[in-house]
């Protein structure tokens, strides 16, 4: 009987530990989202954003307040200007990104 207890108590251990790092490891999409606006002017330079696959793309009133090398450090994995849009793709992180910013501008 004690043996069962012993290893039920390290079950449950085992249980917090894991929901903890879980909780770690969860990004936080609304300051990522946040940073992004940020490194692409602020929230007046953005005219349209959205979101297609792993690509999310934004129209702006003027590009060259984009900080490109930051939005690569946030985790973009690829950066393509046209015009007045740049299209970053993000992977599977795009669709939360754009729903997050949504809420913003």
């Known amino acids: 009987m004690n043996t069962i207890l012993q290893y039920g108590i390290i079950l449950i251990v085992l249980i917090i530990i894991s929901l903890i790092v879980l909780k770690l490891m969860k990004r936080d ?17 953005i005219i349209n954003a959205e979101c297609n696959m792993s690509r999310f793309k934004v129209t702006l009133k003027d590009v060259s307040k984009v900080d490109k090398d930051a939005i690569q450090k946030l985790g973009a994995k690829g950066i393509v200007e046209i015009d ?22």
């Open 29 to 45: 999409f609304s300051v990522e989202a946040n940073k992004l606006i940020g490194y692409l002017g602020g929230k007046d330079n």
């Open 84 to 105: 007045n849009q740049l299209k970053i793709i993000f992977g599977k992180d795009a669709r939360q990104l754009k729903k997050y910013i949504d809420e913003i501008i």
